[in-house]
């Protein structure tokens, strides 16, 4: 880190960085108010690996003994205290709230059999209900506000559902606390009765429906014994269930013929129901490109179906439609944007013909198949393009979408024409359209409430910061409308798994936006927003260009006089705490504060947790010495040094995080508590949460106003330090 000392050093010469105040000060810090409690006890244990020591100060808190546990809520409690005594934040808070409780929100929305299927949060509510609408009328399907009821209070959500092709019935995940541990439901969808008892270790969710609907196929992880937990998502296996006698395994390690699984792997099987084909398929972890085998759809509910190879993982598929008996399939080989490529199901790939060619400056993203055509999702940069190829034609149409922005979903019927998109942008909320290729059209379904936001209050616009190797970094910056400069700038970044920061509406962003804040986003590398180049450009031995890519943001920022460094943010969460863990340790003089949320930052250590095998296509494995060598560069924890004075830094968690074991944040916090920085260090719990998913509409307005108020408090805003005796009310 010796460039990153010296650019410190010289921060420090011109007096410009808040990482150089004076010794043992902070001036921002709160008035009276409780001591923070001390960092947890250092007990070191020191590895060799490939010529390597590494030395890990907080390995005990991996048990989450009561002493660990005892540690991280009074870190809570006191972060908690000192949030409240800023006296402004419960009017923020009020405000946040009122905001996002404007929006009547819908997601995954479907049709089959005569009705619609959505999950729906109206405006106010707290959570997202199952709905059904037909002919009889709309109604809750699934009510999560009563089940809440039911159990006291208790915090319950819809992890996915999966609606039979007749739409007689609707498979439904449901789990409690943020844990994503979902049971399977079964209901009637004409009368809203629960069908047969709930089903557990659903967790991977139902894959589909016989065609017939008399089968449900769905992912079952396996039954653990105590001192097992580590295995949790090894091994799961496909089962069917009639709905009447207990699930049967037919696909998985060790089950079936013709098929190869390894514990990693996790089967699902898919049926289009005007297909006589049926899909078995592997995916690898988090790895992208897929393993495909073919049966007769008549064949799939028996374990010794008739399962024939179909696509290799280096074919480089990542996702597929089917209808009829073609398969239209998204591949990567040979073409880092992706092409289309049509074949007949179960036919050899050297058969298929290139439908929809790959283009430099169009990213595909997916595909979805109806009677009028094969719909193409793709993306140039951030922003949607809709493309459309006729049935029987191999003419390719770009169909002019409602503005510019996202489609975040999107739903087809193989036996039906036309597609219905859920589209939005930076500054435009979401709203469900129908498109009709007769007319050319969408029709806007009505079925969301806009809110209150006024785009006319933003101006967009699309840049570039220049990286540490001349690669040039998309950079969306979201500014006040007059705002004066410098303005306080909170600049958000990911960079994993291929994931894509796209131009698609988050009321947690407009919140941050409504409150003055300018809002960037770091198209890092890591990331997929310019293809599969983009995302290996981040991965592995080249990680680092994650994390200097954001620097490279923040310094176009200041650059460009939007903001300074004692006015600038960064925020990243899960795989993007890698991004800014490390941004925040090469060039702690360059932020004035950091919100990471439920972060990946103690990467050496994640493969040792349950989630962790599944992630090691993407990050690496410490048995091997490139693996190791990775892993340690993008360890946040391992790179936290004495004597430096870092950030601000708000860090949360939820104690039931199944992603992110909640002490990987932990020992972060602790080890940024203990490197003798005079800046605040704060660490959020969340004991009734887990990763986000499945979290209330009210824990995200309270996270969200809590991460304003930092923001404001560190960068100065007068009234917003935080002051034990004029406490808000």
Known sequence: MKASTLLLGAACAVAISI???????????????????????????????????????????????????????????????VIDAIAPHAALKQRVEAFSGSFGVIQDYVSGGGRQF???????????????NDAKGKRRLVDLGAIRAAHGGGLYSINYFLAAPDGSKVAVGISEGGSEAAQLYVYDAATGKQIAEPVDRAEYGASAWSGDSSLLFFIRLKKLIKG?????????????????????????????????????????????????????????????????????AASASSPDAPWKPFVERNDRVTTLAIRGDDAFLVSRKNAPTSQVLQVKAGAPLSSAT??????????????????????????????STLLRVPTGSTRIEEVSLPAKGHIAEAFTDPSKPGIDINFSSWVLPPQEYAYDPATGKFTDLGIEVHGDMKPAKFTVSDAEAKAHDGAMIPLTIIQPVGAPKPQITLLEAYGSYGYSIVAEFESRRAAVMNEGITYAICHVRGGGELGDDWRLAGKDANKHNTWQDDIACGEELIARGITTRDKLFIWGGSGGGITVGLAMSERPD??????????????????????????????????TEQGFRSLYAMDSTQHVK????????????????????????????????????INPVLLRVDANAGHGVGSSRTQGDWLTADWIAFIKWRAGVP???????????
């Open 590 to 623: 360059l932020f004035a504060g950091v919100i990471d949320v439920v972060p990946a930052a103690n990467m050496l250590r994640m493969e040792f947790t349950p989630n962790g095998p599944p992630n090691v296509p993407e990050f690496g494995t410490v048995s």
């Open 354 to 383: 290139l439908l929809v060619p790959a283009q430099a400056d169009r990213v595909i993203e997916d595909v979805r198949a109806a009677s009028d055509g094969l719909y193409v999702l793709a993306r140039r940069g951030v922003y």
């Open 118 to 132: 959505y999950e729906e949060r109206t405006p106010g509510s707290d959570n997202f209900d199952l709905i059904v």
């Open 228 to 296: 097992e937990e580590i295995n949790k998502y090894k091994n799961p296996t496909v089962e069917v269930w009639d709905l009447k006698s207990p699930p049967r395994s037919v696909a998985g390690n060790g089950i079936g013929h013709g098929t190869d699984f390894g514990p990693d792997d996790s089967p699902a099987i898919g049926i289009s129901p005007d297909s006589p084909v049926a899909l078995l398929v592997s995916r690898n972890g988090v790895q992208p490109e897929l393993k495909l085998w073919t049966a007769p």
């Open 719 to 729: 009234g917003w330090r935080p002051d034990f005796g004029k406490k808000g009310p």
């Open 19 to 81: 990482a150089c105040a004076a010794e043992g000060s902070d001036p921002l810090a709160p008035v009276g108010g409780p001591l923070q409690p001390p960092p947890p006890p250092v007990r070191p244990v020191t590895e060799n690996h490939f010529g390597t020591k590494v030395t890990d100060n907080y390995r005990y808190m991996e048990k989450l003994a009561p002493e660990t546990l005892a540690w991280m809520k009074a870190q809570g409690t006191y972060t908690r205290s």
């Open 642 to 677: 004495k004597g430096v004075h870092y950030p601000a830094t708000m860090i949360s968690l939820g104690l039931n995080d199944p992603r992110v074991e909640p002490w990987i944040p932990a020992k972060f916090a602790a080890a940024l508590m203990a490197s003798g920085s």
